[in-house]
């Protein structure tokens, strides 16, 4: 293998969608050296697949919404399990963020008098998700970047250099973080990373004392999923061999909508701006049947009868939200049964339609993509007829322990925003709920990183010769096995695997066929052999890349096996209930002699003053009886 080149960094962010980017420039824009790193092309990125929006409470087209009322829809939505503060700052902080995008460059979709407007989505009170169409992840990718520019260009009239304070490394992998002393141990803390120039197989080494975490979710490790093919999880399995924990990742959403057909295409996103616009979903006997399926829990928020429902659209403050704007895993639940009961589409989804719901070019103005994905992947014209959908593996709610405030895991010097960090979400994300998150906790996780690194003063961090030597050798050990399997083919395994035993509907028994699966898999992954060289070689990145999912995959299973009731992105079929019990618990994952190590840590209460957004019957359906504020007596 080649040289490995080292580079010096104050702060390095790995992933360069919406996350990591709103890190860099906080970090830049605090006065810190700072190289942003990603997997895949510059401006490639989940974040530039978003579609629908981002939520934030700014008001504009309901005048009632504000952060409280945001603040409890994300905390109905993740069904109580949210870390309380993160969801919090996320429902405070959102509407400046999506200004400080529009102040940067950002045109968003206009209200007639010329402001933000937002759209409905699921589980939003109120018309909340500021977008651009369809594409609204493009505009915000686009945004930050062009803020990278300005920040390079004020550097370029200081220093000389475009790149004296902040560079781009695109098409770098990394594959370990770098320490000072030993993983888990007292003491131990970040040095940097280690990594490779997906082009060329150089070797990199970053020295950096403060790394953020900011790789996004692990939908690869599922068959059918609306994930690219970076997704492997690399953040998540970088954290825990680092030393830190991650939390709850038995709850793993899966969206609603996906194709189901052509089969080289299922598993790709339909954008739930779909029935946010008015789309709805009906089975092969042409029933609405979403009505049959509101759970105790949102019976008083959603409509009974389609009329109810179809006269929400216009006149939102007397009439009940359609059920098709449930929360997606009830959404997901529902369709999948529909499916399972014989009521499916001719390709194993149901139908959703908005072509008898709004003129042809209003849903082309609407929904741009969605017409050409349809038009050109199924050749279905979804201003004319519906399309069919189900299920896909879309997003992890579970991911990196922090602390809400600053981003820091329990490893000194690692901080994590975006998808891969966990809590904010609880157990169930809601749309548009994603972007936003990815700016405010960017933001907080840049400004963590920063505030760390002064408090460190001059000394930095380094990690041994020996343990850069170890991980070179390991990143050419795959071209050295003479015998040893093709990495595509254990990838199938692991999606397999991951689909048909730990997916939308789980039991303890398939769970642990899986675990014994994934135990053979690790076996044979360790004999991975990849053909070739190391120029341009997606084989052996996969090869390097199958550990970590292999990794996540055990964190996901032995996690959905421990949480023995059903809430949100997790669904028991042998514990069907939602437990008050179980939503006091935490399930914490870490590294114990190279196992996956599994216990039980108290969820952080709701502040009386938050719990107070809360009825109690509502909050008695999900609280134990000692943890609800109490009842009111009545004098007469
Ligand atoms: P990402 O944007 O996923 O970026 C991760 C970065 O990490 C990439 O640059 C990647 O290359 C890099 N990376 C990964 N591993 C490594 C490694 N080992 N070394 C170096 N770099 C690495 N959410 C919403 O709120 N609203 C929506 O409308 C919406 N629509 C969506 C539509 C689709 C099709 C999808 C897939 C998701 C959608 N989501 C939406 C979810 C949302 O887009 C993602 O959750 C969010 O973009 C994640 O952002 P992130 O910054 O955490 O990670």
Redesign the pocket.
């Known amino acids: 293998m080649s040289e490995t080149t080292r580079h010096s960094y104050d702060v390095v962010v790995?992933?360069?969608?919406?996350?990591?980017?709103r890190a860099a420039i906080e970090a830049r824009q605090q006065g810190k050296k700072t190289a942003v790193?990603?997997?895949?092309l510059f401006g490639?990125?989940?974040?530039?697949?978003?579609?629908?929006?981002?939520?934030a409470s700014l008001g504009n087209v309901n005048s009632s919404d504000n952060w409280q009322t945001h603040f409890r829809d994300t905390i109905r939505g993740g069904k109580f399990m949210n870390n309380p503060r993160m969801a919090e700052l996320h429902a405070e902080e959102s509407p400046q963020r999506i200004l400080e995008l529009e102040y940067w460059g950002a045109l968003f979709d206009r209200t007639s008098d010329g402001r933000i407007s937002q759209r409905n989505f699921g589980g939003h009170e109120y018309p909340r998700?500021a977008?651009v169409g369809d594409r609204?992840?493009l505009e915000m990718i686009r945004t930050l970047q062009q803020r990278v520019v300005q920040l390079q260009q004020l550097d370029a009239a200081e220093y000389g250099d475009p790149e004296a304070m902040l560079r781009v490394f695109s098409e770098?992998?990394?594959?370990e973080l770098l320490l000072e002393g030993e993983p888990g141990q007292e003491g131990s803390r970040i040095a940097g990373a280690f990594?490779y120039v997906r082009e060329t197989g150089d070797l990199l080494v970053f020295e950096a004392p403060a790394v953020v975490l900011?790789?996004?979710?692990i939908?690869r490790s599922f068959k059918v999923t609306?994930?690219?093919w970076?997704?492997?999880g690399?953040?998540h399995a970088?954290a825990l061999r680092a030393g830190a924990t991650l939390l709850n990742m038995e709850f793993v959403q899966f969206h609603p909508t996906g194709m189901v057909w052509p089969p080289s295409v299922k598993g790709?996103?339909v954008?739930?701006?779909v029935r946010g616009d008015g789309g709805v979903l009906r089975n092969s006997e042409g029933r609405r049947f979403m009505f049959d399926y509101v759970p105790e829990v949102f019976r008083d928020q959603y409509a009974v009868t389609e009329e109810e429902a179809d006269g929400w659209y216009a006149d939102p403050a007397n009439h009940h939200r359609p059920p098709e704007l449930l929360p997606r895993d009830e959404v997901s639940r529902a369709i999948n049964n529909e499916v399972k009961q014989g009521r499916g589409s001719p390709h194993g989804g149901v139908f959703l339609d908005v072509s008898t719901r709004l003129p042809s070019e209003e849903i082309m103005r609407r929904l741009p993509s969605m017409y050409h994905q349809f038009k050109e992947l199924a050749d279905v014209d979804i201003t004319a007829g519906p399309m069919e959908v189900g299920p896909t593996c879309?997003?992890v709610m579970g991911g990196v322990e922090v602390d809400p405030d600053t981003g820091a895991s329990k490893v000194p010097g690692l901080f994590a925003?975006?998808?891969?960090s966990g809590g904010m979400h609880g157990s169930n994300r809601l749309?548009?709920?994603?972007?936003?998150?990815?700016l405010v906790f960017?933001r907080r996780c840049g400004l963590g990183a920063a505030s760390y690194l002064d408090g460190l003063g001059d000394e930095r961090p380094a990690a041994e010769t020996a343990v850069i030597d170890r991980l070179s050798g390991e990143a050419a050990a795959p071209f050295e096995r003479e015998a040893g399997e093709n990495p595509y083919q254990l990838q199938q395994e692991i999606q397999q695997t991951m689909n048909d035993l730990v997916g939308i509907i789980r039991r303890g028994s398939e769970i642990k066929q899986a675990l014994e699966s994934l135990e053979k898999l690790r076996e044979r992954v360790a004999g991975v052999r990849a053909e070739g060289d190391t120029v341009y070689n997606p084989g052996w990145h996969l090869s390097l890349d199958l550990h970590?999912m292999l990794l996540v995959s055990e964190a996901v299973a032995k996690a959905a096996l421990e949480r023995e009731e059903s809430r949100g992105g997790h669904t028991r079929d042998d514990f069907p209930q939602m437990s008050a019990r179980w939503r006091r618990v935490n399930v914490v994952v870490s590294l114990q002699q190279g196992g996956v190590h599994l216990h039980h840590q108290p969820l952080d209460p709701l502040r009386p003053d938050l719990m107070e957004l809360f009825d109690r019957e509502e909050l008695s359906k999900y609280l134990t009886e000692e943890e609800l504020p109490p009842a009111e007596r009545s004098d007469g």
Do not use: C, F, P, W
């Open positions: 790995i992933g360069a969608g919406g996350a990591g980017l790193l990603s997997k895949s490639k990125a989940h974040t530039v697949m978003a579609e629908g929006g981002a939520a998700l977008h609204t992840g770098t992998t990394v594959t990594g900011a790789t996004g979710g939908g609306s994930n690219s970076e997704y492997t690399d953040g970088l790709i996103l954008t739930e701006s879309h997003y925003a975006g998808e891969v749309g548009g709920n994603s972007l936003s998150d990815l960017g970590n």
